[in-house]
């Protein structure tokens, strides 16, 4: 296209959207609209018994949390009474005491926007019966005292549980540059 028309037609391809398109924003890191928590996940004694933490921890990447902490261990029994100590009068809680010490655990710390929440949502009720199907505990749980996952369950619970479990130089962190990430397109 030449003279004219081809004039004419570069300049309206070049003018720009003639309707206004859709704003594309850009989170900034660090910004309220992506404010990062962290958490603590633990596949309890049965579910590293039943071969479940590849399928839990697939789950949690599918959602685009990061991890930035992970370890197998036999958990040390200080540990354990200080995690639940707000349960320690509880008629069940040396029957949870001695489930959580009866083969290893794998302690986990993700990380996310709204992470605490969306992980307490994605384990499901501590009550097997009433667990939503798709949920972890919905999908692998039949009684309240084998329900295969711990997660912390508000942000201030989070952080005192993972200061419990983890030493400040097991945790990675590491850039997220992918598509979950407030980063993404860097
Ligand atoms: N638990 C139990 N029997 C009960 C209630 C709780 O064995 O009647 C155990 C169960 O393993 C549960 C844990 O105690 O996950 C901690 O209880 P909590 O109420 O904090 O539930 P969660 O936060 O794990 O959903
Ligand atoms: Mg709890």
Redesign the pocket.
């Known amino acids: 296209m030449h003279g004219f028309w081809g004039r004419a037609a570069l300049w309206w391809l070049l003018s720009g959207p003639r309707v206004p398109g859709p704003t594309p924003v850009r989170h900034s890191s660090g910004g309220p609209s992506w404010t990062q928590e962290r958490t603590l996940v633990a596949v309890k004694p049965d579910g590293v018994q039943r071969r479940l933490v590849g399928d839990i921890i697939r789950r949690f990447e599918r959602r685009g949390f990061k991890l930035v902490g992970m370890k197998l261990l036999q958990t040390p029994e200080n540990i354990l009474t200080e995690h639940?100590h707000d349960?320690r009068r509880k008629p069940?809680y040396p029957?949870?005491i001695s489930?959580m010490s009866s083969g290893p655990v794998v302690a986990m710390v993700w990380e996310g926007h709204n992470v605490v929440r969306s992980s307490r949502a994605m384990i499901g009720d501590?009550d097997a019966a009433e667990a939503a199907p798709g949920t972890i505990r919905g999908d692998f749980s039949l009684h309240?005292?084998r329900?295969v996952i711990?997660a912390s369950?508000s942000v201030e619970g989070a952080q005192r549980e993972i200061a419990l479990w983890f030493r400040s130089s097991e945790l990675v962190d590491w850039q997220d540059r992918g598509p979950h990430s407030s980063n993404y397109p860097a």
């Open positions: 639940y349960l069940f029957a949870l489930y501590t309240i005292s329900n711990h369950d």
